[in-house]
């Protein structure tokens, strides 16, 4: 038997024994110098047989390298098949399809858009809501006078009239002009200004006069009230001096009167305009303002806001 059958033989052999099956034969080699030799089949306690005559030893080509094994058993190891089995298997990686998709993320145009934002043309406006300053044109004026006429009423005139005699005798000749103004466009009080056009003219000459501004209780009316219903005219805030050079327009700093009012949530101011007792005589004249009636020369409250 040549070299190659024999060792085919003998691996085939070991392999079957070391899948467990039934060891029923044993296998002695023997190689002779000459390279003859024989397999000899032991039976069971029976003699080994007998080798057959070798013939001459079979070549191994030169580029067909000799099966590797133990040499001194003539087996080459098997690989164990429980091994193999328990290797980690590639199919069982993670698949690459399993990761997450780039589209299942979170998208760009569902972010907040900037148009969203607030826009800075629908902020409140400062000058359209709350305005420097105003101007409130008199709401109600008229005059009141003493003596023979103190049940009258001149609401329907076009000039109030402001005049003083410090003579028991002579009431006939006192008078007292009212103004009333509405605070509801006012929101705030930093400075208030009463403004009236004035003269004071006695037989053709221009007299110079001092007037008051007072406090008046706002409880009357332009078209009811008379020297006798009028309210008593209350301090005196203020005094304007009326110049030579007339018509003239007599300011009055009424800010810290206007303020109190404003923040006892009043809704409406009156003022009560009458002529400074002790220079009254020494001018002498009687004092005419342009009503409301007169259009833009009529009373104002000028208020600055801020």
């Not at 145009?109 to 406006?125: H, M, N, V």
């Not at 076009?158 to 605070?183: A, P």
């Not at 009458?274 to 104002?300: C, F, M, N, W, Y």
């Amino acid at each position: 038997m040549g070299h190659r059958t024999l060792l085919c033989f003998v691996v085939c052999s070991s392999v079957f024994a070391a899948c467990g099956g039934p060891k029923t034969t044993d296998f002695d080699v023997d190689f002779g110098d000459d390279g003859t030799g024989g397999v000899g089949n032991g039976g069971n306690g029976g003699e080994p047989g007998s080798g057959g005559a070798g013939g001459e030893p079979a070549e191994v080509p030169d580029d067909e390298p000799m099966p590797q094994g133990n040499t001194d058993a003539g087996v080459t190891p098997a690989m164990d098949a429980a091994a193999y089995d328990a290797a980690p298997q590639l199919d069982a990686a993670p698949k690459l399809d399993a990761a997450p998709k780039l589209d299942a993320a979170a998208k760009l145009d569902a972010a907040p858009k900037l148009d969203a934002a607030p826009k800075l043309d629908t902020a409140p406006k400062l000058d359209a809501a709350f305005p420097d300053e105003i101007t409130v044109l008199a709401s109600e004026d008229t005059y009141v006078q003493a003596s023979d006429n103190s049940a009258m009423n001149f609401g329907k005139e076009t000039q109030l009239h402001v005049k003083y005699r410090d003579f028991v005798n002579e009431q006939y000749y006192w008078r007292e002009s009212m103004v009333k103004f509405s605070l509801q466009t006012v929101s705030a009080v930093k400075k208030a200004l009463l403004i009236v056009s004035a003269s004071a003219n006695v037989d053709g000459i221009n007299k110079e006069a001092t007037v008051e501004a007072r406090e008046l209780p706002s409880l009357w009316g332009e078209t009811t009230v008379t020297w006798s219903t009028r309210p008593t005219p209350g301090a005196v805030i203020t005094t304007a001096m009326l110049p030579v050079e007339q018509p003239a327009s007599l300011v009055f700093d009424v800010t810290a009167y206007v303020l109190a009012q404003k923040n006892s949530d009043a809704k409406t101011i009156s003022f009560s305009l009458t002529q400074e007792q002790a220079t009254a005589k020494v001018h002498d004249a009687r004092i005419e303002i342009s009503a409301r009636e007169a259009g833009e020369l009529g009373p104002k409250l000028v208020i600055t806001q801020r």
